[in-house]
């Protein structure tokens, strides 16, 4: 078909048209390419040139991290940090989804032998009244222990000294499926030092120069690597089977307790894992007491709750300890004499010499056949008591917010009721409340919801074998672990952020650990009451920091207290 000429133009004008300028249209087409590839290339050289990855001028964006002594969910880094940070490589590690220990890799420090294996070889000196060359035994779990009455498991059970926690955190670590001699590529460094047994080689008749001895030297050779210099030791840490206050010197009396290592400049900048921390002070963090139970496979944990959810018991409530008349203000003489009068109360009194409460499996079966196991304070805010009362399933009644809701914030809820009841002390020293009346009122089904949730914290509890690996499940070991890496992580990217916490107050350091995601900032809390203890100079408790701590030694041998 033809097409319709334009109208007002006649065909042999038209012909003319088109014959006339067939220059001018190749030159015209010719222009428009050029101009196209003009574009093309300015756009490749001048904004996607602008856009190549060029490490060292990368913006660093980041979530911003709130400050807490806990351990925190991690919002992933979105863009890699710039190099100029020493530990920049490590973070980006984190954003390589092909290397299953991106973010997670520990180095371990080489330390000279005394800082260690040779207390081992002179296992003898490690403590005044306990040969603890047996507690050092099966990589610190000690011996194992005969199922004798059933109450254990066949397998898994050791007789553990509750002070052995250096020893089993170190050979856990020899086990870490992350460890790295590459510094630039760690998340953490672990300073395996035993801190522990070395000062309770020297609690007893030895002056202040020999009991801070080893820890001036550890701190010299620590300042000294140029691991320490990545972060001035704000990167380190290490384990002390021990509670804080061994660690806390107040003065240079020579019959001051303990030695001074939390106090050294330089060691104020690691975190130390210890058994009871100070809720004053923000450079250590509670974990478990070790317990009896160490198992070497998921399955161990698994069939051992199932065996905690189907018992029965038989005592509304139970108590193992000993009574502490030179303390007035201890309850545990009135709680004492509450279990006696309770037909629901069961009672296992502990002193020194023998005793059933240095026999595992009658403390074991005990808290096995209790709904409640009450755990007051002893000589200092917590007790290895609680993690065996778990461990069998029953619920814990605490009677100060130091003995577990301010210490164990990595390791359990914060939402206390969930798994455990709170008395305050003043309800049973001032006005005499009823612990059966109190307990007795709890509707059955919120008792059951209660010991499963005890139940299920079981694996985070208890430290598995160190001479094995769990797969599945993440014991205490495992979690302490991760929440040191948390903070190490949050702690680089306040850093390099340039983020700094003016407001902070290390006298609060307790409050910091309660705080939810994303807060920062601490108040008014409900348990100021049991936190405002007259201070000396250093910002400690006076009445906790030396005699606390010396009682607690010499109650050892109350192996529950």
Known sequence: MRRRPVAGILPDQMEKTTTRNPNSRLIFLALLSAFFWFLLLYFHFAVLGDQSPKLSTLPVTFQQPRKSLGSQTLTPIETPPTPSFPFARALRTALNKSDRCGGRYIYVHDLPSRFNEDMLKKCRTLSLWTNMCKFTTNAGLGPPLENVKGVFSDTGWYATNQFTVDVIFSNRMKQYDCLTRDPSLAAAFFVPFYAGFDIAR?????????????????????????????????????????????????????????????????????????????????????????????????????????????????????FAGAPRPDNPKSIRGQIIEQCRRSRVGKLLECDFGESKCHSPSSIMQMFQGSLFCLQPQGDSYTRRSAFDSMLAGCIPVFFHPGSAYTQYTWHLPKNYTKYSVFIPEDDIRKRNVSIEERLGQIPEEEVRIMREEVISLIPRLVYADPRSKLETLRDAFDVSVQSVIDKVTNLRKDIMEGRTDDNFIEENSWKYALLDEGQREVGPHEWDPFFSKPKDGNGDSSDLSSEAAKNSWKNEQRDTS
Do not use: C
């Open 202 to 318: 020297y609690l007893w008749g030895y002056n202040i120069s020999v009991r801070d001895s080893a820890s001036v030297e550890l701190v010299d050779w620590l300042v000294k690597r140029p691991e320490w210099k990545i972060m001035n030791g704000r990167d380190h840490f290490l384990v002390a089977g021990r509670i804080t206050w061994d660690f806390r010197r107040l003065t240079e009396e020579e019959s001051d307790w303990g030695n001074k290592l939390l106090f050294l400049p330089a060691a104020r900048n690691m975190s130390m894992l210890v058994v009871e921390s100070s809720p004053w002070n923000a450079n250590d963090f509670g974990i478990p007491y070790p317990t009896y139970f160490h198992p070497a496979k998921d399955d161990d944990v698994f069939i051992w709750q199932e065996r905690m959810r189907r018992l029965e018991r038989k005592w509304l409530f139970s």
